[in-house]
């Protein structure tokens, strides 16, 4: 969220959706800023890139890490009506270990 407040503009928008798919939770973020130039959207996984004057490029790592670690997935794209989209689907259920 903190990273699509950054990139909307004033009056820009944020939709965000939360949603049930077979045993998944998706949550859908799609913000109507610029969306995300091609050389920095196959980087931003990358620990330590950022193309902001601070920050230390950790975050989205670290929001991918805790995903996974709850076998979830995370997809950050350029939506075909503009803006970034970001997709997180998390399990509903998990069986204890």
Same mark, same amino acid.
């Given at each position: 969220?903190?990273n699509?407040?950054?990139? @909307?503009?004033?009056? %820009?928008?944020i939709? @965000?959706r ?16 610029? %969306? ?14 950022t193309?902001k004057?601070?920050?230390? %490029?950790?975050?989205l790592g670290?929001?991918k890490?805790?995903?996974e670690?709850?076998? %979830? ?8 009506s503009g803006?970034?989209?970001? @997709? ?10």
């Amino acid at each position: 969220l903190l990273n699509a407040m950054q990139a @909307i503009q004033k009056d %820009g928008d944020i939709d @965000i959706r939360l949603g049930q798919q077979d045993e998944y939770a998706i949550l859908t973020l799609h913000d109507s800023g610029p %969306g995300i130039a091609p050389d920095v959207l196959e980087k931003i996984w990358d620990p330590f890139f950022t193309n902001k004057e601070k920050g230390t %490029g950790l975050g989205l790592g670290i929001v991918k890490q805790i995903i996974e670690a709850h076998d %979830g997935q995370i997809t950050i794209d350029n939506a075909i009506s503009g803006g970034t989209i970001v @997709i997180i689907l998390l399990p509903l259920y998990q069986e204890n270990l």
